[in-house]
């Protein structure tokens, strides 16, 4: 939440984001604590779509009244999460093998739910036609929007993305598709926008935690800007700053940092390098004289 807030007062180009997912939970056990990423006060001021990840109908539509009560008008519901202990629960992508139990779930949670609902879903777990055998199910139900990420469960984010599945689904949908995987660049952004012209609504993630000027380059087609490196370190500033601000120790920051440097390094013309030795900072102070010195010398690379 801190890392999408800075993000927002730094880069431009996003029409929406998508929370981290929230494990559905029973009503008793819903609070403030639980649903702190998507509580109002914390919002970045983009539109904001909370996720859930659950399998049961009731925690569902409990969840569910909570975010309208917060102001929400539509969740997403995470049939995509690859996570083997996640999957092995039927939750996450381990819904995707079953029609009949997420048509029960649908018909409770659409009939129930004050929010509209929208579903994030993979090809399959390890058998890419399972989706097509679950499209039935879902165009049944009043859908806002179906995200595809065009991958297995097993393949997690390894391989390469199956654009004639998701062609096949998308064509048998009678629902809004967004597109989902592998946006690293502007040229395969425009690969998908050629075959796929009737697609509107793209799913950045890790391309876009990697080059934070990605939506800004897809929608004016114009170059990474030249003061990228500036914007970085006024960004990293920011983030920094912002869970100094809200943490305890060097420690915890220092683990925020070290994931968003994970992504952050990869278009760094040194940041391979910078990423092994920020990685064994135990301190902020050398902390930041690495990071410091490493930008100073860093270009970025497109
Ligand atoms: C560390 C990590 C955490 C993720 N968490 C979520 C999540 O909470 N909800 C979700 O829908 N997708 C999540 N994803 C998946 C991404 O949203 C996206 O579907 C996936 O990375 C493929 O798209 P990309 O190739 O643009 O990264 C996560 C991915 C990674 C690598």
Redesign the pocket.
């Known amino acids: 939440m801190h890392y999408r807030r800075a993000f927002v007062r730094h880069f431009q180009g996003l029409d929406i984001e998508?929370a981290?997912?929230i494990s559905t939970v029973s009503a008793e056990r819903i609070n403030p604590k639980l649903l702190k990423d998507v509580l109002p006060e914390n919002n970045s001021g983009l539109p904001l779509i909370p996720?859930l990840i659950g399998n049961k109908a009731d925690d569902f539509v409990q969840m569910s009244i909570a975010l309208h009560d917060l102001g929400y008008g539509e969740i997403?519901w995470?049939m995509?999460?690859p996570h083997k202990p996640i999957r092995k629960k039927r939750r996450g992508s381990g819904l995707l093998p079953y029609p009949d139990t997420v048509d029960a779930l649908l018909d409770q949670v659409c009939d129930r739910s004050p929010c509209k609902i929208s579903v994030?879903v993979r090809l399959g777990v390890s058998d890419p036609s399972e989706l097509m055998t679950l499209i039935p199910v879902l165009n049944q139900y009043p859908l806002s929007e179906v995200i595809i990420?065009p991958r297995t469960a097993e393949q997690m984010?390894g391989g390469s993305v199956d654009l004639d599945a998701f062609e096949e689904a998308f064509h048998a949908l009678e629902h809004p598709v967004c597109y989902?995987?592998?946006?690293?660049d502007l040229a395969f952004y425009q690969t998908v926008a050629k075959r796929f012209p009737a697609i509107n609504r793209y799913?950045?993630?890790?391309?876009l935690l990697a080059n934070p000027f990605l939506c800004e380059i897809i929608k004016s087609g114009t170059p990474t800007p030249e003061n990228a490196i500036e914007r970085i370190v006024a960004f990293h500033e920011d983030v920094l700053s912002s869970y100094e601000a809200v943490l305890h120790g060097d420690h915890p920051v220092l683990g925020k940092m070290k994931e968003f440097w994970t992504y952050q390094t990869i278009h760094l013309s040194n940041g391979r390098k910078m990423f092994k030795k920020l990685k064994k900072t135990q301190r902020l102070a050398p902390y930041k004289a690495i990071a410091a010195e490493f930008l100073a010398d860093a270009k970025w690379v497109a």
């Open positions: 998508m981290p997912f996720q997403n995470n995509g999460c994030k990420h984010y989902n995987g592998d946006i690293n799913m950045l993630g890790r391309g």
